[in-house]
């Protein structure tokens, strides 16, 4: 099974920018679809973004369409999320997540891993 540590969180202010980084050991993930969800207290684990094994298709929920960009290099088993424009409704903790699936929908499984999560929070 895959270990992810993210990091790169913490606290900004509305109209920042914010870069997560998802690093992964114990295999590689060159061969898993690659994914970001965030919680937010009291609410559901959501889908945020999405990358293909290869990193030619990336998947986005519609609130951070335009703002946020997942990219991976496979080389340095990492996955990253570029975060733009934050908003207060940004504020969660994200979470990387390994062997995804991709479709009309991201959704994860019981074969998912997950890293611990990192704290996101937007001030206004």
């Known amino acids: 099974q895959v270990q992810l540590i993210e990091s790169g969180g913490g606290l900004v202010q509305a109209g920042g920018s914010l870069r997560l980084s998802c690093a992964a050991s114990g295999r590689t993930i060159s061969t898993y679809a690659m994914g970001w969800f965030r919680q937010a207290p009291g609410k559901e684990r959501e889908f945020v973004a999405a990358i293909n094994w290869i990193g030619s298709s990336t998947y986005y929920t519609d609130s951070v369409k335009g703002r946020f960009t997942i990219s991976r290099d496979n080389a340095k088993n990492t996955v990253y999320l570029q975060m733009n424009s934050l908003k207060p409704e940004d504020t969660a903790v994200y979470y990387c997540?390994?062997?995804?699936?991709?479709?009309?929908?991201?959704?994860?499984?019981?074969?998912?891993?997950w890293g611990q999560g990192t704290q996101v929070t937007v001030s206004s």
């Open positions: 997540a390994a062997d995804v699936i991709l479709g009309t929908r991201v959704v994860h499984t019981g074969r998912t891993s």
